[in-house]
């Protein structure tokens, strides 16, 4: 039989990935009897936790090697058991608060008569004993001792870990522990009474606010996870899951506070922080952790130390690659190259761990490292990873904090973002590419660039900075920022790149963002970008199967022609440039090539060109006319005079929505006889 590991490495995705609908019924189906289902998850996850006990002794002792069949068993019925639980103790929603289920947190209150809290603390609290040595364990509450159990096996692992026995243990195991811990964690540890009307005085007691059960939870947690870092930390799931739990920890103040008395702590900070300790592949997410606690402390003085034992290392370590005299001659050596990603992963950890009320103080500290990173880009520009990294560090800013900077930072951030826009193309200038690779390489980093300039658009609508006394006249807008920006990237934005849909879709939405926002701007733009942006409409109005991309390009030609009409602005290039859409729309409507779900949006972009090209209408009317065979000539000429007859072209809102009605009842007339030449 194939080993546990094995098989999860020949899936494509995760079990709790792959089968989460399946779970969350079983879930569902648990909660609806609690009294059965947690009372059997219990009894099958203890025997389970007993037999791994004595199998790992057993073949231990037998000087054994590898996992044989019956322990890769046992391990597959854990892995099960523990998805099976999570999804009956918790919900897995998004975008909703998270809360304990109702029926769990009923459950566990109707238990209370028969419920020893001071026994279903020591079940808790007692990892390294088997629950059945434990005088008067039924008393205990069935959450409670269930998570307990949860501990005991964690207990078990780290103990054969620190055994050596790594071997004999399944990193499968440790992984999906970590993943049932982070979701127990979201929705009970430090749990806020606040938001239930009725609260479980066992759930209360073990996992409260404030209480002491909670302290020796996250307190043992913190050392398990520590105890993953560095004794598994060479299998990705297992480091993962992990640094998601302990990121669970820093979800709320009281949880930070917690963590940030753990004696282990500091332990951590030196892991996070120091340079081959751990994979780069975790640091992001650790130092968001690292910074989220230090946010949670409200004396300055507190902060500000524990800040500087985090984030002063790193910009050390930063400054000695950057200002090394030799950077240009040792940048391609696999360590430096391997420290410069360490640092970016670090680096947006930084970003994302940042709070509201914390953002000028670490954006302070990071401005400087930001800026300097053009030179960085213009080094590795051959070297992908680094690339992305740089840019997804950009995209983190813009996304995440650039709405609280003052416009003195913001300013800053614009001038590097250009900087780093500049030097990306001029690298690209020339370069061909020849393999399908290289091709998707500079897909991605275009998509996040384009990403990069969306994010910044926003904070021309989106400022929640405090009030700033200088700089505030003369300030440089967002807007304009893209618009530089964008003339920068449309050389790069070939037809090819284009048909990698979530590049097009995105290009699209920002091209329409923009429009939406500043059709003023966009008639002002230079004839050759006007060209460029037109060209591409083109494209994205003739790309097979992609309706949300060609929704995007009537989007686009709405708004900036009804901009036109109203202004009267027949004075810009793009005016021209747009008059062969009529054209297009005209024949991609009437060959029935555009979706029927998409004609509502096809009529208003039809009515709004008409508006701006009513005497070429006129003729490409004439001109299909003429094409048709003779029995059809009349019909579709007075079709068309149907369409147009008491619809006043003036962009007006009212008029629009006549067009729509004449327009449907105009497709269903024509498309039963016409033919298009």
Known sequence: RASLEAEEEETEESDRVKYRATLSTIGAFGRECLDYSLPALISLLEN???????????????????????????????????????????????????????????????????VDLAKSLEVLASPGKPVSEIPGCDGADHVVRLVGDVFRLTEVEKRALEAGLQHLWSPLIASTSMWFLRLWSLHYLAVQEAIYQEISPAILSAFGRDTEGCTWTINFLLDKCLSNLTRLNSDKDV?????????????????????????????????????????????????????????????????????????????????????????????????????????????????????????????????????????????????????????????????????????????????????????YSDAQIGKKNFSKEAEEEQYRDILLFMELLTHLLSKDFIDLSPPESQETENKVTASDVCLYGLNIIMPLMSEELLKFPSLCLQYFKFITFLCEIFPDKVVELQADLQQSLVNSLHVGLTAPGLDSVFSCCCDFIQVLGFHMVRKNRRDTPIYEQMRSFLKLFLDLILSSQINSDLLPNSSATLYVLICLYKDTYEQLVQILVQSQEEANKQRLLDAFTELTANVPFTAERIHRIRFRDTFDKFIVNVRGFLFVK
Not at 246 to 268: H, Q, Y
Not at 337 to 342: F, K, L, P, S, T
Not at 413 to 422: T, V
């Open 48 to 114: 389970r936790i007993s037999r791994l006990h004595g199998q790992i002794q057993r073949i231990s002792s037998q000087g054994g090697t590898q996992v044989d069949a019956v322990l890769a068993d046992l391990f597959e019925d854990v892995h099960w058991i523990l998805l099976v639980a999570g999804n009956v103790l918790s919900l897995q929603v998004e975008g909703e608060t998270v809360m304990i289920p109702s029926e769990i947190m009923q459950h566990s209150i109707a238990q209370k008569p028969n």
């Open 239 to 423: 480091l993962d899951d992990t640094v998601s739990l302990i990121l669970s920890f820093a979800d709320s103040k009281e949880k930070c506070s917690n963590v940030s008395m753990n004696t282990g702590l500091m332990t951590i900070v030196q892991l996070a922080v120091q340079p081959n300790s751990l994979p780069s592949m975790c640091k992001r997410g650790l130092i968001k952790a690292l910074v989220l606690v230090g946010s949670a402390q409200e004396d300055d003085n507190n902060r500000q130390q524990y800040w500087n034992q985090v984030l002063n290392p790193l910009g050390d370590r930063y400054k000695q690659i950057v200002e090394n005299p030799g950077l240009k001659t040792i940048f391609m050596d696999e360590n430096v190259r391997g420290a410069v990603i360490d640092l970016l992963e670090s680096f947006t950890g930084v970003v994302q761990g940042c709070r509201s009320s914390t953002v000028h103080q670490l954006y302070g500290w990071l401005s400087p490292t930001i800026s300097s990173m053009v030179h960085l880009l213009a080094l590795y520009h051959n070297y992908n990873q680094v690339v992305e990294l740089i840019l997804e560090l950009y995209c983190e800013i813009a996304k995440k904090i650039l709405c609280y900077f003052t416009p003195t930072e913001s300013k800053a951030f614009y001038e590097a973002s250009l900087a780093l826009i500049k030097t």
